[in-house]
């Protein structure tokens, strides 16, 4: 049995941050910003709007594109470093809102590759046989740890949510290989004390070299090559990490997906949020290989190589 991608659903804020309002608040540039790292806004959600209520948001969708209803789902796995709170965790709010009573649920920890990370756990279930259905969420309300007098990190992150439901797809569809790493040595590098603590440089370096040689591994694991890239969705951290990966793969600047000049980086949300624009722009079509490559603070990476389609 191969588990794909079922259905899908994002949220973001309505909140628009722009490179112009961060002029005011710390000591920088529009022309900075936007040459250094591709932002040019970023979502911020409100108060009131917590991290369950933008997975809720987006997990709704999801369930709606599947055309799976909430009763259905066998489990939840919500990918998160910013939960409302410590416990219980979000995937168990968003469990008792959407009404998914046979759902067992618990979130998992690795940073922006966290939806990489879930996805690639919702498959092991799915390809055994254990479960039919399993919703997962990358979700970040980064703002909340975001230290707004620190230039080095306040401009680059936002707010927002994806969803995917991963299920059984029919052969030669669905998730045909992965990878996920981990490298604690570099835990150092990106981490949170009260906000956002980034040694900008050496995560920079880092996610460089591994996005693109676990977009590379993806494809060797499913006996693949470069030219049978028909799409990449990497991680949104930096413009200049991405079109090196682009690079990596040989890739035209029109098969990679941007998203980070609407969106900043919002972590585990990044690359759900992108999926689900890239099909509504008619980006990926049935039958398409796409590569989805992430990393983060741990640090954490990930990849996975798609023909989409159920
Ligand atoms: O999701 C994973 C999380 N994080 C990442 O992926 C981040 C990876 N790193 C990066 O994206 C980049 O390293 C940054 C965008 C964070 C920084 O870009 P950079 O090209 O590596 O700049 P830098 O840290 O080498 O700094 C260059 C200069 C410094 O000034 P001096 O020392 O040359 O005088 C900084 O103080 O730019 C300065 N600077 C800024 N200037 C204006 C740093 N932040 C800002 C800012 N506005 N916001």
């Not at 722009?18 to 529009?30: F, G, Q, S, W």
């Not at 966290?114 to 799915?126: E, L, P, R």
């Not at 707010?159 to 299920?167: L, M, Q, R, S, W």
Request: contains cysteine; hydrophobic residues 45%.
């Amino acid at each position: 049995m191969n588990a794909g991608i079922v259905g899908i659903g994002r949220y973001v804020p309505e909140k628009v941050l722009t490179n112009a309002d961060l002029e005011k608040m710390v000591d920088t540039t529009d022309e900075w910003i936007r040459t250094r790292t591709g932002i040019e806004e970023r979502r911020i959600a409100s108060d009131d709007i917590d991290t369950s209520d933008m997975a809720f948001y987006a997990a709704e969708k999801a369930l709606t594109n599947a055309g799976v209803l909430a009763e259905e789902l066998d489990m939840i796995i919500v990918a998160t470093v910013t939960p409302d709170n410590p416990f219980p965790s979000v995937a168990c709010l968003i469990q008792e809102r959407l009404g998914a009573k046979k759902a067992n649920a618990f979130d998992i920890s690795a940073a922006c590759a966290g939806f990489m990370y879930a996805t690639i756990t919702a498959k092991q279930f799915v390809e055994a046989g254990t479960y039919k259905n399993v919703l997962v969420v990358g979700v970040e309300k980064l703002s909340k740890i975001t230290d707004w007098q620190d230039r080095n990190t306040a401009v680059l992150f936002g707010d927002g949510a994806g969803a995917a439901v991963i299920g059984p797809v029919s052969e030669g569809r669905g998730i045909l290989s992965f990878e996920l790493g981990a490298d604690g040595t570099g835990a150092k590098h990106l981490y949170q004390d009260e906000n956002i603590i980034m040694n900008g440089r050496e995560v920079f370096k880092f996610a460089v070299r591994q996005m693109g040689e676990s977009a590379v591994n993806v494809l060797e694991k499913a006996g693949l090559t470069k030219e049978d890239v028909d799409y990449l969705i990497p991680h949104q951290a930096n413009i200049r990490i991405m079109e090196a990966a682009r690079e990596r793969l040989g890739l035209p600047e029109e098969k990679m997906s941007i998203t980070i000049n609407k969106y900043g980086n919002t972590s585990a949300a990044s690359i759900p949020i992108s999926l689900v624009e890239e099909l509504e722009n008619g980006k990926i079509k049935e039958g398409d290989l796409i590569v989805m490559v992430g990393f983060g603070g741990g640090l954490t990476w990930g990849a996975i190589a798609l023909r989409w389609g159920r």
